[in-house]
């Protein structure tokens, strides 16, 4: 699987846009980009995953760029409890899932 | 959603003793389920992949003889950490995949977290 790069750490106000970028310079044509967030003592989450489209769903919205080497997750209206660590990962198509390499992710703290 | 559940959620043991953690897919049938370990500010890190009906895929420099993994059934997977140590205190994940859906889909459970005295 390609390596992401993520900041270690971020901070958002409540009620304001988390962008949480990733980057992914070596992601392949037949890699998918995944993101999860794991709360504080609990499991991850899935959160949205994409190819090079911009995807939107309930929880956030996945920007890609369109040379692919890097992606934002947007959290449109953070609330204290998006506080989380967010991983970013990318794996090719159809490929077993357990096996994601889950890197160091970023700490999101969102602050009231 | 899909749910998976673990339990117990947290277990206290002396050294020495065995602890037996399990993974449940409590709305659908999960032919893999896999099992990592987290340590505190630490990402996740697979521990091996538990197929209903056959043997467990461990990952390299994961003791197989120390971390038995049974998958009986499509809905439950176990660890057991034998002879648990100090050192083997950690945050264990379940995740499971669903057998009817694509191999792009897991679902984590809530975790476990050991202490072993």
């Known amino acids: 699987d390609a390596k992401t790069t993520q900041p270690p750490s971020m901070d958002c106000a409540e009620g304001r846009a988390a962008n949480l970028p990733c980057n992914h310079s070596t992601i392949s044509g037949n890699e998918y980009v995944y993101w999860y967030r794991q709360i504080h003592s609990q499991g991850p989450q899935y959160i949205i995953h994409?190819?090079?489209n911009n995807e939107t769903n309930e929880m956030a919205s996945l920007i890609i760029t369109e040379d692919r080497k890097s992606s934002t997750l947007i959290l449109p209206h953070a609330t204290l409890r998006d506080t989380a660590v967010y991983y970013c990962i990318v794996r090719p198509l159809n490929t077993n899932a357990g096996k994601s390499t889950f890197g160091d992710g970023t700490t999101l703290t969102v602050k009231p | 959603g899909a749910v998976v559940s673990q339990h117990p959620s947290r277990v206290i043991c002396k050294s020495g003793t065995s602890v037996k953690i399990e993974c449940r897919s409590l709305?659908?049938?999960?032919?893999?389920m896999f099992w990592y370990r987290q340590f505190p500010k630490k990402s996740l890190m697979l521990m091996a992949t538990?197929?209903?009906?056959?043997?467990?895929?461990?990952e390299q420099g994961v003791e197989k003889d120390k971390f038995l993994i049974n998958h009986a059934s499509l809905t439950l997977s176990t660890l057991t950490v034998t002879s648990a140590h100090p050192e083997d205190s950690s945050f264990y994940i379940c995740?499971?995949?669903?057998?009817?859906?694509?191999?792009?889909?897991?679902?984590f459970g809530p975790g476990t977290r050991l202490l072993v005295l």
């Open positions: 995740s499971a995949r669903p057998t009817s859906g694509s191999q792009e889909t897991q679902y």
């Open positions: 994409g190819l090079k």
């Open positions: 709305d659908f049938q999960a032919t893999t």
């Open positions: 538990s197929n209903e009906g056959s043997k467990a895929t461990y």
